[in-house]
C-alpha cells in the first residue's frame, strides 16, 4: 500500500558549487538510492522521478539532485560539454554520497545509485570509489561504457536495463557488462526506445529497479559500515 512521502528540499555542498536535491525518507527507511540524471537534464526529470517515486513506496529513500548548478546547465546547454564530463559527475556525486552517510536521517543507510545515459558512467565511477559505501547501481538507458576502466573495480551489483529499440545503447551496455567483475545482470526491455516512453516501459524499469534495490540494500546485510576512503573530494 502507497505511503505518505515528505520530501525536503537540501543543499548539498560540493567544493566550490552548492547543488539542490529533493531528499525523501521513508519511515523505516532501510536504504537510500541517489539519483545521477543523464545529459541535459535535471532532478526535475519525469522518468527519474518516476522511478524515485516507486522506490520510495517500497520503504527506500531517495536523493534526486542537480549535478550542475543553474548557470553551470546554462552554459551546458550551450556547450554541451559537462554533460558528458563523467569524472565531475561523478565527483560530485561523491560528495553527495558523503553528504547522506552525514545526514542524521540517512547516515547509517546503504547507498545505492541510479544513473540515466552519462550519469550511469558517473555512478559506475563513484561505486567503484566508494565501495565500501555503495551496495548496488542500476543503469537506465545509460553509457557505462564511458565508466572506462572504471569498470573492472566496480565491486557493488550493477543491473543494467535497456530498451530493446535502443541498438546502438545495448551494444554499448553488452561491451560494459563483459568489463564488468561485479554481481550483474543486464535486463533488455522489449519494445522500449532511449526514453522507455512506450507504455508499461517506464513501469517495468521501476519494478527492476525496486527489486534491485530491496534485494541488496535492504534484504542482504553486510557486517559493519564503511567510511569514505575514496581520493573523489
Given at each position: 500500500?502507497?505511503?505518505d512521502?515528505?520530501?525536503?528540499?537540501?543543499?548539498?555542498?560540493a567544493?566550490?558549487v552548492e547543488?539542490?536535491g529533493?531528499?525523501?525518507?521513508?519511515?523505516?527507511?532501510?536504504g537510500?538510492?541517489?539519483?545521477?540524471?543523464?545529459?541535459?537534464?535535471?532532478r526535475?526529470?519525469?522518468?527519474?522521478?518516476?522511478?524515485?517515486?516507486?522506490?520510495?513506496?517500497?520503504?527506500?529513500?531517495?536523493?534526486?539532485?542537480?549535478?550542475?548548478?543553474?548557470?553551470?546547465?546554462e552554459?551546458?546547454?550551450w556547450?554541451?560539454?559537462?554533460?558528458?564530463?563523467v569524472?565531475l559527475?561523478?565527483r560530485?556525486?561523491?560528495?553527495?554520497?558523503l553528504?547522506?552517510?552525514?545526514?542524521?536521517?540517512?547516515?547509517?543507510?546503504?547507498?545505492?545509485y541510479?544513473g540515466a545515459?552519462?550519469?550511469?558512467a558517473a555512478?559506475?565511477?563513484?561505486?567503484?570509489?566508494?565501495?565500501?559505501?555503495v551496495?548496488?547501481?542500476?543503469s537506465?538507458?545509460?553509457?557505462?561504457?564511458?565508466?572506462?576502466d572504471?569498470l573492472?573495480?566496480v565491486?557493488?551489483?550493477?543491473?543494467?536495463?535497456?530498451?530493446?529499440?535502443?541498438?546502438?545503447?545495448?551494444?554499448?551496455?553488452?561491451?560494459?557488462?563483459?568489463r564488468l567483475?561485479?554481481?550483474?545482470?543486464?535486463?533488455?526491455?522489449?519494445?522500449?526506445?532511449?526514453?522507455f516512453?512506450?507504455p508499461?516501459?517506464?513501469?517495468?524499469?521501476?519494478r527492476?529497479?525496486?527489486?534491485?534495490?530491496?534485494?541488496?540494500?535492504?534484504?542482504?546485510?553486510?557486517?559493519?559500515?564503511?567510511?569514505y576512503q575514496?581520493d573523489m573530494?
Amino acid at each position: 500500500m502507497a505511503q505518505d512521502l515528505e520530501t525536503r528540499a537540501v543543499t548539498i555542498p560540493a567544493r566550490e558549487v552548492e547543488l539542490a536535491g529533493d531528499l525523501t525518507v521513508p519511515e523505516g527507511a532501510q536504504g537510500i538510492v541517489l539519483f545521477a540524471h543523464g545529459s541535459g537534464s535535471s532532478r526535475q526529470s519525469p522518468r527519474n522521478r518516476f522511478v524515485a517515486r516507486q522506490i520510495a513506496e517500497a520503504g527506500i529513500a531517495t536523493l534526486l539532485f542537480d549535478l550542475l548548478t543553474p548557470e553551470e546547465e546554462e552554459r551546458d546547454r550551450w556547450t554541451g560539454q559537462l554533460r558528458f564530463d563523467v569524472l565531475l559527475l561523478a565527483r560530485r556525486l561523491a560528495l553527495a554520497t558523503l553528504f547522506v552517510s552525514e545526514w542524521p536521517q540517512t547516515r547509517s543507510l546503504k547507498v545505492g545509485y541510479f544513473g540515466a545515459s552519462s550519469g550511469a558512467a558517473a555512478a559506475l565511477i563513484a561505486a567503484a570509489a566508494l565501495s565500501r559505501l555503495v551496495g548496488a547501481v542500476v543503469s537506465r538507458g545509460g553509457r557505462p561504457d564511458l565508466a572506462s576502466d572504471a569498470l573492472e573495480e566496480v565491486g557493488a551489483p550493477t543491473l543494467l536495463i535497456v530498451g530493446g529499440e535502443d541498438r546502438r545503447v545495448i551494444e554499448l551496455n553488452r561491451y560494459a557488462y563483459a568489463r564488468l567483475r561485479c554481481e550483474k545482470r543486464l535486463e533488455i526491455i522489449p519494445g522500449a526506445t532511449h526514453l522507455f516512453e512506450e507504455p508499461g516501459a517506464l513501469e517495468a524499469v521501476a519494478r527492476l529497479a525496486t527489486a534491485w534495490f530491496r534485494r541488496h540494500l535492504v534484504e542482504t546485510r553486510q557486517a559493519g559500515s564503511g567510511t569514505y576512503q575514496g581520493d573523489m573530494r
